[in-house]
């Protein structure tokens, strides 16, 4: 419990923290749209892979010939097992 906890909080903190600063006006509309498209298509695909990785089950050709789509197959993997 303690990994899938930890791996739960690791993926969900950044839009914790992005949300709230967008919300209050802190940073505008295109700060925004850059974070959150840098949250889904580098930080996540990234702690993903070490995710998978670290179960055996995906290799880093194997994730960078899919350009990271392959987590998609494993979601249940990623989301629901220790």
């Not at 892979?49 to 899919?66: A, C, H, N, P």
Request: glycine share 4%; proline share 5%.
């Amino acid at each position: 419990m303690k990994k899938l906890a930890i791996y739960h909080l690791t993926t969900s903190l950044p839009l914790l923290v992005i949300l709230p600063l967008y919300i209050y006006k802190i940073i505008g509309l295109a700060p925004f749209a850059i974070a959150v498209c840098l949250y889904a298509f580098v930080y996540r695909p990234i702690v993903d892979y070490k995710r998978l990785q670290e179960k055996g089950l995906v290799t880093k050709d194997e994730f960078i010939k899919s350009f990271g789509f392959i987590r998609f197959r494993f979601l249940h993997e990623l989301l629901f097992e220790k």
